[in-house]
Structures are given as C-alpha cells and as structure tokens.
C-alpha cells in the first residue's frame, strides 16, 4: 500500500490501494489544521499529512504503514513515531494494541468513537473497527462486575480468509 503525499504545494494528495486518490481541497486541509491547533499543537505539514492519513482510513493504522505512506514527502520514521505520539497525547488519534504487541493508531471522530470493539482476522492479521457494533446497557452492567473494560478485540475470520 502506497501513498503520495504533496505538501509543498498545499494541497494533499493521497493514493493508495484502498482508495482511488484524493486531493484535499482548502476547505479539507483548514479543517485538518485547525484541529491541530485547537489541540495545543503547531500544524506542521507532517502532522496534517499524519491526521488527515488516519482520516481517511477505514482501519486503525501501524507506525510502519504510516511512516511508509509518509516516505514520499520526506517525513522520517522517527518524525512519523513523534507525530503520532504528539496526536495521540493531544485527543486526535487513539493508539491501540490487539496482542500482537504493535501499536495501531485511529482517528478520533465521530465515525470512530470510543469504545468501539475491534476484528482480527487471526489468518491474515488484517485489524477492522467494528462501527455497526453497539454495547448494551446489559453488557455494560456486566462489565462492571469485573472493572472497567477500556477496549473490546474479537477474533477470527475475514471474508476474504474464509
């Protein structure tokens, strides 16, 4: 999975596998760096690119897929791993682990709320947000019984291992 990113030109471009390219208007990129801003954060042209990235995912993301995709536009590892820290710390994205002890990082929205559970297909690796998903009153009373439950993984196989 490849991406492009131009952020020299103020526009952001992003190809890749799982979409058919998009390029971010001004009203898209103004959005993407007025929350930046509104975190307590300077908007530097790799943390818009790492923001808007997790936008558009459908999945939670690796520091290795997003430092790849940033590759192209000159952003390091390390400044990749920094950024996504900095946007975790400041409520924009959420970091999760699903065992495999690598970090996954998802935007926050409205579309990916908290407390939404997770897949893993245990043939492929392949993680999903689980949206449609919703927790019960009941299920949540019956959490209670053994603390508080801060993330929900189920397993198993996707459609395309079956």
Known sequence: MKSQLDL???????????DTGMIMNDESLDRVKQAIRDAGLRATP??????QLLRES?????HAVVADHL?????????AFRNLSDLVEAGLLRRTEVGDHVWRFE???????????HF????????SC??????????????????????????GHCNDCL
């Open 130 to 155: 689980l949206d449609d998903v919703k927790l019960t009153a009941s299920s949540q009373r019956a959490s209670e019984k053994v603390g508080k439950v801060t993330e929900i993984l189920l397993r």
């Open 46 to 51: 790799a943390r818009m690119a790492t923001l």
């Open 120 to 127: 893993l297909c245990v043939d492929c690796g392949t993680v």
């Open 71 to 79: 590759s192209a536009s000159g952003v390091d590892k390390a400044t």
């Open 8 to 18: 020299d030109k103020g526009k952001l471009t992003s190809k890749s596998s799982m």
């Open 107 to 117: 935007a926050v929205s409205a579309k990916h709320n908290s407390g939404h559970p």
């Open 58 to 62: 459908d999945a939670p993301l690796t």
